[in-house]
């Protein structure tokens, strides 16, 4: 079955500092993959996603993300970190010859100490 | 992109009631989707609204519990039928083109 681990249920990074959030799925075919973000109280907004193409993808508020099919992986990044990053972000798999369904992971909560 | 409202934010609702929720795409999307998002968890996807016949449900999910309409390709609708505080969550929509998802604003329901 389609599944997606975000291990990292807590992560507290300095603000200014870099960020790497990990994300690897589980899918026998290449998979569309989504990160996104949810602050609190709110809905979620897409932050970039990979369908096909150069494996770094670049996304809004300057982050980016590097799809690895040999680790499975789709690990999202930022080189300096603000305050205004402190969110949860989730990454999702989509399974389009199953109708665009996403599976989400169960997301990981940015704290951001100044 | 598109941009998705839901009606209400927010309610809160005895147990025993019915709460239906309307969610507005502001462009036509080929897919709409609903989701649960329990307290501190994850999105996890209840159907997907057919325009026009029946949706399909997840695994866990049934039609008598969540009756879902979707009348046109930018409008649906959820219902939680029922409700208990089981079903107290953030019910979200979302509209899929182009193998992008949007989401809306979600609606925290709490049952007492």
């Known amino acids: 079955a389609q599944s997606v681990t975000q291990p990292d249920i807590h992560i507290t990074v300095s603000e200014g500092a870099s960020l790497e959030l990990r994300c690897n799925y589980s899918?026998?075919?290449?998979?569309?993959l989504f990160w996104y973000v949810q602050s609190p109280g709110q809905g979620l907004q897409l932050l970039l996603k990979y369908f096909s193409g150069d494996t770094l993808v670049q996304g809004i508020k300057g982050f980016e993300a590097e799809f690895k099919r040999s680790q499975s992986s789709f690990n999202l990044r930022k080189p300096s970190v603000h305050w205004s990053d402190a969110a949860e972000y989730f990454c999702a798999v989509g399974f389009m010859e199953y109708g665009n369904k996403l599976v989400f992971g169960a997301g990981t909560i940015l704290r951001v100490k100044s | 992109s598109a941009v998705i409202s839901q009606k209400p934010s927010r309610d809160i609702c005895q147990r025993g009631t019915s709460l239906t929720i309307q969610c507005q795409v502001d462009?036509?999307?080929?897919?709409m989707f609903w989701y649960r998002q329990q307290p501190g968890q994850s999105l996890t996807l209840i159907a997907t609204a057919n325009q026009g016949s029946e949706a399909t449900y997840e695994s866990g999910f049934v039609i008598d519990k969540f009756p879902i309409s979707r009348p046109n390709l930018t409008f649906s609708t959820l219902t939680v039928s029922n409700m208990s505080p089981e079903d107290s969550s953030i019910y979200l929509c979302s509209g899929a083109g182009n193998y992008e998802q949007y989401f809306g604003p979600g609606t925290r329901l709490t049952v007492t």
């Open positions: 462009s036509q999307v080929t897919m």
């Open positions: 899918y026998g075919a290449t998979p569309y």
